[in-house]
């Protein structure tokens, strides 16, 4: 069954400190993955999608994530964070093709960044 | 450009009692989403809408909860009759192809008693 993992369930950074969250996901087909974050007290949001191409994808906010197909992993980067990147933030994946599933979503990892 | 809405947005019902969420996606957004989030996991899809036509329902507890989405704009999720465990957010979200959602709805916040 396809699956998502993060790894990280809360991770707490200093401003300027740069980010790395980790994403793997358990299917062989072709995929499209997601990166959506939630503020506090707000809706999810798209932050960036890979469907093809570069596999380095770029997204809002000075966001970018990397899909490295042989480590099955879509991990999301920001080189220096600010607080106002405190958020829950979740992976999700899809397959495409025959068999299409569902978007899987990770259980989300909470980000808390401290002034 | 209004966002995907819903309501209500808080819901608090008895078990074995109905109830019913309304959304109305973003204008001409052909796909349509129902998640369920249950606290502390990510977003489980409930149903997928592309126009009117049902495209994925595979996870949707059929016994009990039924979505439809008549003329391919607004749509509406009820569960008949709820069980504790249906207590969750219910999320709606749409986009303009099928290849997954953009844009999420405040949801809807329910709790089973």
């Known amino acids: 069954a396809q699956s998502v993992s993060q790894h990280n369930h809360h991770v707490i950074l200093s401003e300027a400190a740069s980010l790395e969250l980790g994403c793997n996901y358990s299917?062989?087909?072709?995929?499209?993955l997601f990166w959506y974050v939630q503020y506090p007290g707000q809706h999810l949001q798209l932050l960036l999608k890979?469907?093809?191409?570069?596999?380095l994808v770029k997204g809002i906010k000075g966001f970018e994530a990397e899909f490295i197909k042989s480590k099955f992993s879509f991990n999301l980067r920001k080189p220096s964070v600010q607080w106002s990147d405190t958020a829950e933030y979740f992976c999700?994946?899809?397959?495409?093709?025959?068999?299409?599933?569902?978007?899987?979503f990770g259980s989300g990892t909470r980000l808390q960044v401290q002034p | 450009e209004a966002g995907v809405a819903q309501s209500p947005r808080y819901k608090i019902i008895e078990k074995r009692q109905s109830v019913a969420f309304w959304c109305n996606p973003i204008s001409g957004h052909a796909t349509l989403y129902w998640y369920q989030q249950i606290l502390g996991q990510g977003p489980k899809l409930l149903i997928q809408?592309?126009?009117?036509?049902?495209?994925?329902d595979s996870q949707l507890p059929k016994d009990r909860f039924s979505a439809e989405r008549l003329k391919g704009v607004d749509s509406t999720l009820k569960i008949q009759p709820a069980k504790l465990e249906d207590s969750a957010v219910y999320l709606c979200?749409?986009?303009?192809?099928?290849?997954?959602?953009?844009?999420f709805g405040p949801g809807t916040r329910l709790t089973v008693t």
């Open positions: 809408f592309q126009n009117n036509g049902v495209v994925d």
């Open positions: 299917y062989g087909g072709t995929v499209n």
């Open positions: 999700a994946v899809t397959s495409t093709g025959t068999g299409r599933r569902a978007l899987t």
């Open positions: 979200a749409s986009s303009l192809e099928s290849g997954g959602p953009s844009d």
């Open positions: 890979y469907f093809s191409g570069d596999p």
